[in-house]
């Protein structure tokens, strides 16, 4: 893996959130949504992003592509640390990288077509017009598992996982470099899973894409991964290529994590054992010092209410932010 | 044991500008008191609107064309809006697919949460404010007095499903209705909530059902699984028989979807190929025959009736009949 082939570096990224009170409306604390994550993604490679719910995927993929303002940190992608451009600067990088969003109902605009909500990309930026956008617009449709005669309706008409084949259609339609997925199967029925997981790898293939996926189901995520990320409130925990951290999970959140994936098989899921985690979940508001899950964590010393421990390298890339090792 | 909700025939519509959505075309199914019955199926299969239909909250072009819902020996498809006020929330509740527009975006969360109680559980206002409070950490929401203080958007996508799931549970109501309840949770809440879903069942006798695609939740949860196609119930078992000895292809193509979760090596997916039926002009026939590989002449031209397998168990393909070749589901437990 030479330096070359990093299409993206992320370096300590944060993002703090104000939360206000009172008629002054000042600042009394701060949720710590992203607080110290750190990766890197090689071109035309996937890098999966799990972690409890509410622990900062969503804030990390929307401040990678300035959807948010960092807090602190370098985005550097293939080259340039974008964190710090203006607006005006990112300009050629809204197109290179598209998201396609968690809330399939929140992100859809109620009052376009399908068509118009799949083609808003292409007209802001001035791809195609006339038959040539409406082809287009039509192509990408049939490809997600839609048809062309869906392009005339509104997005209220569509179940929720049509909703988000819609989303998954508007984030090609520019055909970006990279996309940051969230969730972006999570409302699906399975066997269409499989259909945009393969799109998804297929068009990889053509298109050499590089993904951020974002995703609760961890064996989709294992599926689609090169690598695999584990966030805990706001902080990541370890990062090893994907197979590695299937079969050598180091933090013990990991441990648990992968404990609980509910098996599709009626009789071993019966005899599954899970590690269940006991003990308060912390909240990013105001978090105290040391690691982030030593109130739940069994293996708690008293170093880990002291310091927090450091994302190192504990050899061939995996990488765990842990005092056991 | 007594039946708590019956369903009988139900079809359901919604009348667009380009014409009759038949989203529910015929639809029976059953529930025992204190049983938890999983509804899996095809995006867009009518899953939801099925369950709409239950509370009768369909939006204004949606309409009952057909059919009876008993909750217990009352038919809600006579009740009127008054009726029903009183038993959503309370008898029946519902956990809706999508938080955020089930979300009031303008009210606060311990506002949203609290209303109901105050108005189902007869509780004044500090003690509502506690049981909220109370049914946010239960769903695993820290420091829920704080939070009870911000609005939706302030909250992450799996915090917001996590709100509408105590809001549900508020009341302990009869029925639970949950649509698709924890698919923007990692696997350790979802394990949390499924618990206290089963709590929930065993202590106060709630009668579930739970709409998910995660046929890993529907293993763990249920005894009894649904199969929705095409605005029809295609196969209907117990849940090992659904798993091990299922009786439709449909049926055999969601389980066979699934990543395998026990190899290193990636794998192509197997999605059943082809589009689902338009509900605009639904097929005549079985609305899986274009997609299905054991097609024969009738399926195209006749709907299968829901052949009895087994106790419990029914399936609606004509492969059931007994003169048509015997086939068995290429998929095998056991494989993966
Ligand atoms: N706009 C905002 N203002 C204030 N707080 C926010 C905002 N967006 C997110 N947060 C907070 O940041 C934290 C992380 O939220 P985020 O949506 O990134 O989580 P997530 O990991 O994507 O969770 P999920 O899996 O549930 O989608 C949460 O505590 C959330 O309440
Ligand atoms: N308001 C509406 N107007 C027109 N058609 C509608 C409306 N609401 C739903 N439909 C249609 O009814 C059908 C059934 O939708 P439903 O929401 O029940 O699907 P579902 O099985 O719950 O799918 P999913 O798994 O994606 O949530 C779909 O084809 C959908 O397009
Ligand atoms: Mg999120
Ligand atoms: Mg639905």
Same mark, same amino acid.
């Given at each position: 893996?030479?330096?070359?082939?990093?299409?993206?570096?992320?370096?300590?990224?944060?993002?703090?959130?104000?939360?206000?009170?009172?008629?002054?409306?000042?600042?009394?604390?701060?949720?710590?949504?992203?607080?110290?994550?750190?990766?890197?993604?090689?071109?035309?490679?996937?890098?999966?992003?799990?972690?409890?719910?509410?622990?900062?995927?969503?804030?990390?993929?929307?401040?990678?592509?300035?959807?948010?303002?960092?807090?602190?940190?370098?985005?550097?992608?293939?080259?340039?640390?974008?964190?710090?451009?203006?607006?005006?600067?990112?300009?050629?990088?809204?197109?290179?990288?598209?998201?396609?969003?968690?809330?399939?109902?929140?992100?859809?605009?109620?009052?376009?077509?399908?068509?118009?909500?799949?083609?808003?990309?292409?007209?802001?930026?001035?791809?195609?017009?006339?038959?040539?956008?409406?082809?287009?617009?039509?192509?990408?449709?049939?490809?997600?598992?839609?048809?062309?005669?869906?392009?005339?309706?509104?997005?209220?008409?569509?179940?929720?996982?049509?909703?988000?084949?819609?989303?998954?259609?508007?984030?090609?339609?520019?055909?970006?470099?990279?996309?940051?997925?969230?969730?972006?199967?999570?409302?699906?029925?399975?066997?269409?899973?499989?259909?945009?997981?393969?799109?998804?790898?297929?068009?990889?293939?053509?298109?050499?894409?590089?993904?951020?996926?974002?995703?609760?189901?961890?064996?989709?995520?294992?599926?689609?991964?090169?690598?695999?990320?584990?966030?805990?409130?706001?902080?990541?925990?370890?990062?090893?290529?994907?197979?590695?951290?299937?079969?050598?999970?180091?933090?013990?959140?990991?441990?648990?994590?992968?404990?609980?994936?509910?098996?599709?098989?009626?009789?071993?899921?019966?005899?599954?054992?899970?590690?269940?985690?006991?003990?308060?979940?912390?909240?990013?508001?105001?978090?105290?010092?040391?690691?982030?899950?030593?109130?739940?964590?069994?293996?708690?010393?008293?170093?880990?209410?002291?310091?927090?421990?450091?994302?190192?390298?504990?050899?061939?890339?995996?990488?765990?932010?842990?005092?056991?090792? | 044991?007594?039946?708590?909700?019956?369903?009988?025939?139900?079809?359901?519509?919604?009348?667009?500008?380009?014409?009759?959505?038949?989203?529910?075309?015929?639809?029976?199914?059953?529930?025992?008191?204190?049983?938890?019955?999983?509804?899996?199926? =095809?995006?867009?299969? @009518?899953?939801?609107?099925?369950? /709409?239909?239950? &509370?009768? %909250?369909?939006? +204004?072009?949606?309409?009952? *064309?057909?059919?009876?819902?008993?909750?217990?020996?009352?038919?809600?498809?006579?009740?009127?809006?008054?009726?029903?006020?009183?038993?959503?929330?309370?008898?029946?509740?519902?956990?809706?697919?999508?938080?955020?527009?089930?979300?009031?975006?303008?009210?606060?969360?311990?506002?949203?949460?609290?209303?109901?109680?105050?108005?189902?559980?007869?509780?004044?206002?500090?003690?509502?404010?506690?049981?909220?409070?109370?049914?946010?950490?239960?769903?695993?929401?820290?420091?829920?007095?704080?939070?009870?203080?911000?609005?939706?958007? =302030?909250?992450?996508? @799996?915090?917001?499903?996590?709100? /509408?799931?105590? &809001?549900? %549970?508020?009341? +302990?109501?009869?029925?639970? *209705?949950?649509?698709?309840?924890?698919?923007?949770?990692?696997?350790?809440?979802?394990?949390?909530?499924?618990?206290?879903?089963?709590?929930?069942?065993?202590?106060?006798?709630?009668?579930?059902?739970?709409?998910?695609?995660?046929?890993?939740?529907?293993?763990?949860?249920?005894?009894?699984?649904?199969?929705?196609?095409?605005?029809?119930?295609?196969?209907?078992?117990?849940?090992?028989?659904?798993?091990?000895?299922?009786?439709?292809?449909?049926?055999?193509?969601?389980?066979?979807?699934?990543?395998?979760?026990?190899?290193?090596?990636?794998?192509?997916?197997?999605?059943?190929?082809?589009?689902?039926?338009?509900?605009?002009?639904?097929?005549?026939?079985?609305?899986?025959?274009?997609?299905?590989?054991?097609?024969?002449?009738?399926?195209?031209?006749?709907?299968?009736?829901?052949?009895?397998?087994?106790?419990?168990?029914?399936?609606?393909?004509?492969?059931?009949?007994?003169?048509?070749?015997?086939?068995?589901?290429?998929?095998?437990?056991?494989?993966?």
């Amino acid at each position: 893996m030479g330096e070359n082939k990093k299409l993206i570096e992320i370096n300590n990224l944060k993002k703090y959130f104000p939360i206000k009170k009172g008629i002054l409306n000042k600042t009394t604390s701060l949720v710590k949504a992203v607080d110290s994550v750190s990766f890197t993604i090689n071109k035309g490679e996937t890098l999966g992003l799990v972690g409890e719910s509410g622990c900062g995927k969503t804030t990390c993929g929307r401040t990678i592509i300035k959807l948010y303002e960092p807090t602190d940190g370098q985005i550097i992608y293939d080259g340039v640390d974008i964190a710090k451009l203006s607006n005006k600067e990112m300009v050629p990088y809204r197109k290179k990288m598209q998201m396609i969003f968690q809330d399939p109902y929140a992100s859809l605009d109620s009052r376009m077509t399908v068509g118009d909500i799949v083609g808003e990309a292409i007209d802001i930026h001035k791809l195609m017009s006339g038959k040539e956008r409406s082809e287009r617009i039509h192509y990408l449709l049939e490809r997600v598992g839609l048809n062309s005669e869906h392009a005339n309706r509104y997005p209220h008409e569509f179940s929720g996982g049509q909703r988000q084949r819609i989303g998954i259609a508007r984030a090609l339609a520019v055909q970006p470099e990279f996309i940051i997925c969230d969730e972006p199967i999570s409302a699906l029925d399975v066997s269409i899973q499989a259909q945009v997981v393969n799109m998804l790898e297929d068009l990889q293939s053509d298109f050499g894409l590089t993904y951020l996926f974002i995703a609760h189901d961890l064996s989709m995520v294992k599926h689609i991964s090169n690598k695999v990320g584990v966030m805990y409130l706001g902080v990541m925990m370890e990062v090893a290529e994907s197979n590695e951290l299937y079969t050598h999970p180091m933090h013990p959140y990991t441990q648990a994590l992968l404990s609980a994936i509910p098996v599709p098989d009626p009789k071993i899921t019966r005899g599954k054992k899970r590690i269940v985690l006991e003990g308060e979940i912390p909240s990013p508001i105001d978090p105290p010092p040391g690691c982030r899950f030593k109130g739940r964590c069994k293996f708690a010393k008293p170093i880990c209410s002291e310091i927090t421990p450091e994302l190192k390298d504990i050899g061939s890339g995996h990488f765990v932010a842990c005092h056991l090792y | 044991m007594e039946k708590l909700l019956q369903v009988n025939d139900l079809k359901t519509s919604f009348f667009t500008h380009v014409g009759e959505v038949k989203a529910v075309r015929g639809v029976s199914f059953y529930l025992d008191k204190g049983e938890a019955l999983g509804i899996v199926g =095809e995006s867009g299969s @009518g899953k939801s609107i099925t369950m /709409m239909s239950i &509370m009768k %909250l369909l939006s +204004d072009n949606g309409k009952i *064309i057909n059919g009876d819902i008993y909750f217990e020996g009352k038919n809600l498809v006579k009740a009127d809006e008054g009726e029903m006020e009183k038993i959503r929330g309370n008898d029946i509740s519902m956990i809706f697919q999508d938080p955020m527009t089930s979300l009031n975006p303008v009210l606060k969360i311990g506002d949203q949460i609290t209303e109901p109680i105050i108005k189902h559980k007869n509780m004044n206002k500090a003690e509502a404010y506690k049981r909220a409070a109370h049914m946010l950490s239960l769903v695993g929401i820290p420091s829920p007095e704080d939070r009870m203080k911000q609005y939706p958007h =302030e909250f992450s996508g @799996g915090m917001r499903q996590r709100v /509408m799931i105590a &809001m549900a %549970l508020s009341c +302990d109501p009869k029925l639970l *209705i949950a649509d698709e309840p924890t698919t923007a949770l990692d696997v350790t809440i979802q394990a949390q909530i499924l618990e206290l879903m089963k709590e929930l069942r065993e202590k106060i006798n709630t009668s579930i059902i739970l709409i998910t695609h995660d046929l890993g939740v529907v293993a763990d949860v249920c005894s009894r699984i649904n199969v929705m196609y095409g605005g029809l119930l295609v196969e209907t078992a117990n849940t090992d028989d659904l798993f091990y000895d299922s009786r439709h292809p449909y049926t055999w193509g969601l389980l066979g979807s699934v990543p395998n979760p026990n190899t290193l090596i990636r794998e192509r997916l197997k999605p059943i190929e082809g589009q689902p039926p338009d509900l605009l002009n639904p097929p005549k026939g079985c609305p899986f025959a274009p997609r299905c590989e054991y097609t024969m002449k009738i399926c195209m031209t006749d709907r299968p009736p829901m052949f009895e397998i087994g106790e419990n168990h029914k399936a609606a393909c004509w492969l059931n009949h007994k003169d048509a070749p015997k086939v068995s589901s290429p998929f095998k437990r056991g494989d993966k």
